[in-house]
């Protein structure tokens, strides 16, 4: 069925179109749009399609598995489009190392490129849970698909969402939203955990109409197919980090798309050099202020953390449901694997480091929803689910004993996967050491 036909046969859904708030459509799913303009506080969570004390559990707190309306059947919807559409492509894709063009197309007719983008721009409208429970169902089935989805919401949009003008969001937003996919450029050969010593430069043109951006960025996630780039280079290196702005960037600009990286994991997701040879870009497509780059780099990296913590999570959860799954079916001494105590103990212990890691990338999606702060929850996150997913992917791969060594089975794949989780959008150090910095600051240290 497909996800519209889902939404259609969806008694909530029909409930939902009485609201007298007009609907609009996410993954197929339509649901009443929250308003725009209505107060923060009057939404305990931004994506919530209820009223805060509809939400709200009359008897205390909520335990974090509650979901708005929306964010649930979001995940039902997001959970079927993976298993019908994205799993059947998954080993292929690896084995050639390329993102099938059908899955990009398919992400965007589902909605679930443009989460938490206005609907006046062609967007859900949803909020930053939406965003992490869509990551996380995708990973459950591949990490790659995942994380072009996630680099799309959390990093690309996000960043013009949240500092680009109007101007700059109507120009760009709507295609983001229907079908040209975005790049985020930060790191560069010489410039990873030490972001901002990078070396692409930035220069006002003599008419002052443009900037001329020269240099390369290394590492960019879905630089293969993308048409839209988010560049962020330096315009006075004696200002330091305050020299840097972000800018952006169509590929038809000049942007010109080097080395591919043959990779570990994640190998459907592109991982290329993009190079700016004289990149003339509109004075009007600087994001935000001149020398502001810094600032937007590592607010969105924050958020683009808890990303990946989903990611890690749905990849951890994917290997654990696989290899769960063959232990009720092999049989060694006469029964089932899952019946000795032996398995059952290390499956045990990888489940409940799975709930941990969850509730963590949840929490931290809940603290930003709220508006709290959340740095500190946002790298414990990343941090912990990456050693989560790592851990669970290696376990289950021994679960299934020789057949986990082989490709056919598919589970391997998830550790090779998993190992990204501790290198991109910031290092298990740099994640320990913004960790360490924030518990000494609040204790005064
Ligand atoms: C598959 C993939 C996709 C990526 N996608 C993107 C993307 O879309 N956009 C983008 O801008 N970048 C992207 N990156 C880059 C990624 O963010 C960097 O690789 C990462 O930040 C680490 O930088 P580095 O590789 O230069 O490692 P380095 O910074 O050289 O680190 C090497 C080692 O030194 C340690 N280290 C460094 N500094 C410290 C310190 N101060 N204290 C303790 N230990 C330290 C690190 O923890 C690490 O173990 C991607 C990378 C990969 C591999």
Redesign the pocket.
Known sequence: MSLRMLARSSTSLRSMARSAIPARTIGAVRVPQVSRTAAPAARAFSSSSLRADEFENPFGPNSLYKLTEEEEMLREAVRRFAETEVQPLVAEMDEKEKMDPKIIKGLFEQGLMAIETDPELGGAGSGFLSAILVIEELAKVDPSVSVLCD?HNT?VNTVLRKYANEHLQKKYMPSLSADKLG?????EPG?????FAMRTSVKKSEDGQHYIINGS???????GEADFFIVFAQGDPAKGYKGISAFAVEKEMGVEIAKK?S?LG?RA?S?CTVNFDDVKVPVENLIGEEGKGYKIAIEILNEGRVGIGAQMVGLAQGAFDKAMAYTFERQQFGQPIAKFQGMQFQMGQIAAEIEAARLMVYNAARLKEEGRPFTKQAAMAKLISSQVAERAAGKAIEWLGGQGFTREQGVEKYWRDSK?GA????????QL?TIFNLTAKERGF
């Open positions: 680099v990093l790049s985020f450029c930060l790191s410039s990873g955990s030490d972001a960025k290394m590492w960019i996630t879905n630089s990286e990779k994640i997701s991982t990204i290198i991109y959008e910031g290092t298990s150090n740099i050491n």
